[in-house]
């Protein structure tokens, strides 16, 4: 698994690091010409990127703290996965398999709710 995560990092990283210069440089290019030739429509230019950027300051403080409750929230999920496989003989032996399945849909139910 671990070998097919990397080959498909190798394959795409590099595919979207050419998309990602191509654009910056198109933008940048786009932006520069219509500097050159209307110098005044600089100032507005000025005024969206400095409000894109004290915007994406909040943005990203919110995010990072929306994926920490996200990954709060998908830990017992994942526990409850691992204990079973674990212990599945376990669960068999003592007739437990209609608990477990209610327990993850619980679970799945409780994950769900961030997404709505």
Known sequence: ???????????????????????????????????????????PIIIVVSLFLWIQTFYRKANVGLRRIESVARSPLFNLVVETLDGLTTVRAFGKSRQVVADSRTMIDEYAKLSY
């Open 1 to 43: 698994r671990f070998s097919g995560d990397m080959d498909k990092l190798d394959n795409t990283l590099l595919s979207a690091l050419q998309s990602v210069f191509r654009m910056v440089l198109s933008l940048g290019g786009t932006i520069g010409l219509t500097v050159i030739v209307l110098p005044l429509f600089s100032i």
